[in-house]
C-alpha cells in the first residue's frame, strides 16, 4: 500500500471527519460571535460619539443665550430706568368708587345747565310735552343707555312716543343737545324702535 492510500484512507476515517467537523463548526461560531460583538461595540461607540455631539451643540447653545442675555442685560435695565424716570409709579393707587346714579344727574344737569344758554333747542310743539309721570324706559331702544336716558330726560324727552316723532332736523339738534355721536341716533334707529315700543306699549 503506498503513501497516497494510506492518506485517504485517513481521511476517510470517522475520526478524521469528526474532527474536521468540529473545526468547522468551532470556525462559524467564532465567526458569528466575533461579528456580533464587533457589532455591539461599534453601536455603543456611535452612542457615546452621538451624546457627545449632543452635549457640545447644547453648551453652544447655553453660551449663546448667556451672550445674548450678557449683552442685553445693560440695555433692560437702562431701558427700565429710563422708563421709571419718564413716567414714575404712583405711590398710591386710588381704589375706584362706584358713583351713585344722584351724582350722575346732578353733574349731568349742571352740565346741561351750563351748556344750554346758547345751544339749540328742539321743537316740542311737534314732538310733544311729556314729564315724569308719562315716563318711559328709554333703555329698551338700543343705543340708549342710562346716562344718555338721563341727558334726554333733562331735556324734556321722557317716552318712547316723542322719539318716535323725531324729524331729521330734531335728530341733529337732539345729537348736538346731548354731545352724542353723530349719524348714532339714525344707525340705531332710535325714531323705528321708539314706534314699535310705542305699539307694544299701547
Given at each position: 500500500m503506498t503513501n497516497l492510500e494510506q492518506f485517504l484512507n485517513q481521511l476517510s476515517s470517522p475520526s478524521f471527519i469528526g474532527i474536521a467537523l468540529l473545526m468547522f463548526s468551532t470556525f462559524i461560531l467564532g465567526y458569528i460571535f466575533g461579528s456580533y460583538g464587533m457589532r455591539v461595540t461599534k453601536d455603543s461607540k456611535i452612542a457615546a460619539l452621538k451624546k457627545q455631539i449632543n452635549a457640545f451643540k447644547i453648551s453652544e447653545k447655553a453660551k449663546k443665550v448667556d451672550t445674548t442675555f450678557t449683552e442685553l442685560k445693560p440695555k433692560i435695565i437702562q431701558a427700565v430706568r429710563d422708563q421709571q424716570f419718564d413716567s414714575p409709579l404712583p405711590s398710591k393707587v386710588e381704589p375706584k368708587v362706584a358713583v351713585a346714579p344722584d351724582s350722575i344727574i346732578s353733574r349731568t344737569r349742571s352740565n346741561f345747565v351750563n351748556y344750554s344758554i346758547n345751544s339749540p333747542s328742539l321743537d316740542f310743539e311737534s314732538i310733544g310735552y311729556a314729564n315724569?309721570?308719562?315716563?318711559?324706559?328709554?333703555?329698551?331702544?338700543?343705543?340708549?343707555?342710562?346716562?344718555?336716558?338721563?341727558?334726554?330726560?333733562?331735556?324734556?324727552?321722557?317716552?318712547?312716543?316723542?322719539?318716535?316723532?323725531?324729524?331729521?332736523?330734531?335728530?341733529?339738534?337732539?345729537?348736538?343737545?346731548?354731545?352724542?355721536?353723530?349719524?348714532?341716533?339714525?344707525?340705531?334707529?332710535?325714531?323705528?324702535?321708539?314706534?314699535?315700543?310705542?305699539?307694544?306699549?299701547?
Open positions: 315724569k309721570s308719562k315716563k318711559d324706559q328709554l333703555t329698551q331702544i338700543n343705543g340708549i343707555g342710562p346716562y344718555i336716558e338721563q341727558k334726554l330726560n333733562e331735556i324734556g324727552i321722557y317716552n318712547f312716543d316723542q322719539i318716535s316723532r323725531l324729524q331729521i332736523k330734531d335728530i341733529r339738534i337732539l345729537t348736538t343737545l346731548i354731545d352724542f355721536f353723530p349719524g348714532r341716533i339714525e344707525r340705531d334707529n332710535w325714531v323705528g324702535q321708539a314706534k314699535e315700543l310705542t305699539l307694544i306699549k299701547d
